[in-house]
C-alpha cells in the first residue's frame, strides 16, 4: 500500500497569497528628457544626450515627421532638424 503525502500548513501570520501591485496606465513615472514625435510623447529619459541621439535615429528614418525634445523642468520644446542636429527655436514674442 502505497503512502499518501500528507499536506504542508502555512503558519497563521503568513498571508495565503499576495496581491501585485496594479500597474496604472494612467500614471508613468516620467524623466526630465521627454522625446515628442509630432507632439505624441513616446518616450522619456534622464539625460539631453540620450534623448538626441534617439530622436536623431528616429528622424534620419522618417524626415517628414517633426520630432522634438520637451524639458519638463525648464518648459523648453527643442526641435529636431532634417540631419538630426538640433534647431534652435527663438521664444516667442508677448
Excluded: W
Excluded at 508613468?28 to 522619456?44: G, H, I, N
Amino acid at each position: 500500500m502505497a503512502l499518501r503525502a500528507a499536506a504542508k500548513a502555512k503558519p497563521a501570520d503568513e498571508p495565503i497569497e499576495s496581491t501585485p501591485e496594479r500597474a496604472s496606465q494612467r500614471t508613468r513615472t516620467e524623466a526630465r528628457y521627454r522625446l515628442q514625435v509630432d507632439r505624441q510623447t513616446k518616450r522619456s529619459f534622464d539625460t539631453m544626450e540620450a534623448a538626441e541621439a534617439a530622436g536623431a535615429a528616429i528622424k534620419r528614418l522618417h524626415p517628414i515627421i517633426q520630432v522634438s525634445i520637451y524639458d519638463a523642468i525648464d518648459c523648453v520644446n527643442t526641435l529636431i532638424g532634417s540631419d538630426g542636429k538640433l534647431v534652435v527655436v527663438p521664444p516667442k514674442a508677448d
